[in-house]
């Protein structure tokens, strides 16, 4: 007998049509796997044929050669078991022949139950995009599938359940759409929260309203990661797709919630100086998305900057540049997005008091000079936006006066970015700090006197070629915040200001 049953593979963030053909004869019982399985899909033998058992489902004396499609392919994971075993089913005469426009994705447990996989969004796509009309798979993977539109989603709890539907004896109901709520949208932190530091709020503003990288620098207890965890609440509401985008991502990385199976909240990723560049950029021999991807469309926040291993901040560099990530493997090349805002915070030193007027530094200026010198010049080149936090006055922390909220500043970055999709409609740019070098002055045109401040600038402070694009890019997100068409020489005195810091800290 022969059979074919549709599934979908995914390697990384890459989903591909599978098609799990089965030649079966009377003979001696035996299954055999082929089309390039790895050892978690050839353990699927075991699995399937205990939970068949358990299911009271007997397969009989039969011998069959399972194909997994395309054979070139190599096949990972467990979401294959269902489709396996669908395949058995169909030879062994349980299930009708007919089961065009159905895929089946899921792991089966030894006693029949479907278990969740990861990257089930991914795999939803990719069969709506080839002609599934049908999808089933575990029911906790049911409402992440839902998302996807033109298809219809069936959670299933158990092989028997799946056997009683498509034999028309006990049809399930189908998983009713997804629905994005207000809710969704909704988080308790607010900048009205952050007494003083005014001067690092405008810099967030215009980091923002262009999503452009920052970093902050300052003494300890400056609110610093308080800042940072806040800048989600003033950029713009996800779209569908950049929410499809960054779900999928989360879903093959497997720390997707069950409770809300789409990601609408940009994200935030709070990453410790103790990554590793695997953890950092993602990894492994099946690889992983790392913390760089994870906060894709969202914030990537790498507290004590300085701690950092620097050759885990020197693999920032192609992925801060190019948005997106590649990773090389034997068994194929993965490609992950990583389209971020960086924010980085760091203490001006050891103890943290370089430069204060308050209290003493403790530390030599060799060890200054050293924790300094952890950050390379072409990283300090690819953030934007530099800012002095401050200690906060006594005044500010007792006063009773709540801050600018976040809905207010979020109203006038709002209406920055609505200039910046007019201005970038029918290409891929979504955001300032993605100008390419091609459209940089076409788009950063200045009046005379800007163009005069920037070059006098330029000279003096000996700018790198970067910077100077970069210093462009935020002068026209301060433009932008203004309404301006043309770039003026305030809103290029305000992006060089923004890279004082070097001079200060580094010397240059």
Same mark, same amino acid.
């Given at each position: ?7 979908? *593979? ?6 591909? &049509? =599978? ?6 004869? /009377? ?31 007997? $397969?009989?004396? =039969? ?8 054979? *070139?392919?190599? %096949? ?20 009708? @022949? ?8 899921? #792991? ?16 939803? =796509?990719?069969?709506? /995009?080839?002609?599934?009309? #049908? ?24 092989? %028997? ?12 109901? &189908? ?19 952050? @007494? ?23 003494? +300890?207890?400056?609110? %610093?990661?308080?800042?940072? @965890? ?56 099946? +690889?992983?998305?790392? #913390? ?13 900057? +300085? ?29 992950? &997005? ?11 030193? +050891? ?7 308050? %209290? ?6 060799? /060890? ?9 010049? &072409? ?19 007792? *006063? ?53 401040? $920037? ?18 890019? =935020? ?7 203004? *309404? ?25």
């Amino acid at each position: 007998m022969f059979a074919k049953i549709s599934s979908i *593979g995914l390697f990384g963030l890459n989903a591909f &049509p =599978v098609t799990a053909e089965i030649s079966a004869s /009377q003979g001696v019982p035996n299954i055999d796997i082929v089309g390039l399985a790895d050892q978690s899909v050839q353990e699927s033998r075991m699995r399937i044929k205990a939970a068949t058992d358990n299911s009271g489902l007997k $397969l009989g004396n =039969v011998k069959c050669v399972i194909n997994l499609s395309p054979a *070139g392919m190599k %096949k990972t994971g467990s979401f294959y078991d269902l489709a396996i075993m669908t395949a058995l089913l169909t030879a062994a005469g349980y299930l009708p @022949k007919e089961l065009d426009g159905k895929a089946f994705i899921g #792991e089966v447990s030894l006693g029949g139950e479907l278990c969740p996989v990861n990257g089930v969004l991914a795999m939803a =796509v990719e069969a709506a /995009q080839n002609g599934i009309s #049908e999808l089933y798979l575990p029911y906790e993977n049911a409402a992440e599938a839902s998302v996807v539109k033109n298809i219809r989603v069936y959670g299933v709890h158990t092989v %028997k359940e799946l056997v009683g539907h498509l034999t028309g004896k006990a049809l399930i109901r &189908p998983t009713d759409p997804y629905e994005i709520t207000e809710e969704s949208y909704q988080t308790v932190l607010d900048f009205a929260d952050v @007494k003083g530091q005014e001067a690092v709020k405008s810099a967030i503003e215009v980091a923002a309203a262009g999503f452009h990288n920052m970093l902050m620098i300052g003494p +300890p207890g400056t609110g %610093k990661s308080m800042i940072a @965890k806040r800048i989600p609440t003033v950029l713009p509401r996800m779209t569908f797709e950049e929410s499809i985008e960054t779900t999928k991502i989360h879903s093959v990385a497997g720390i997707l919630s069950p409770k809300t199976p789409l990601v609408t909240r940009r994200p935030f990723r709070d990453v410790s100086h103790t990554a590793s560049s695997v953890g950092l950029i993602g990894g492994g021999s099946v +690889p992983k998305p790392g #913390e760089i991807s994870l906060a894709h469309n969202g914030v990537l926040f790498l507290d004590e900057f +300085p701690e950092f291993d620097r050759r885990v901040l020197e693999t920032l560099r192609q992925p801060l540049e190019n948005r997106s990530i590649s990773i090389a493997r034997a068994a194929g090349t993965v490609t992950y &997005p990583c389209n971020i805002m960086l924010i980085a915070a760091m203490n001006p030193c +050891p103890c943290g008091n370089y430069g204060s007027q308050i %209290k003493k530094c403790t530390c030599t200026q060799q /060890q200054v000079a050293r924790y300094l010198g952890k950050i390379s010049q &072409p990283i300090l080149d690819r953030i934007d936006i530099q800012a002095e936090v401050a200690t906060v006055r006594y005044e500010d922390l007792a *006063g009773t006066v709540k801050s600018e909220c976040s809905a207010a500043m979020a109203e006038r970055i709002a209406k920055a970015r609505e200039i910046q999709s007019r201005r970038f409609k029918g290409t891929s740019i979504t955001s300032n700090s993605c100008i390419t070098p091609d459209m940089l002055h076409e788009v950063c045109v200045l009046d005379d006197k800007a163009g005069d401040y $920037l070059k006098l600038a330029f000279e003096k402070t000996g700018l790198s070629a970067r910077a100077y694009d970069r210093v462009l890019k =935020v002068a026209r997100t301060c433009a932008d915040l203004d *309404g301006a068409e043309l770039i003026g020489k305030p809103h290029i005195a305000r992006a060089v200001s923004y890279r004082s810091l070097d001079r200060k800290y580094w010397g240059n």
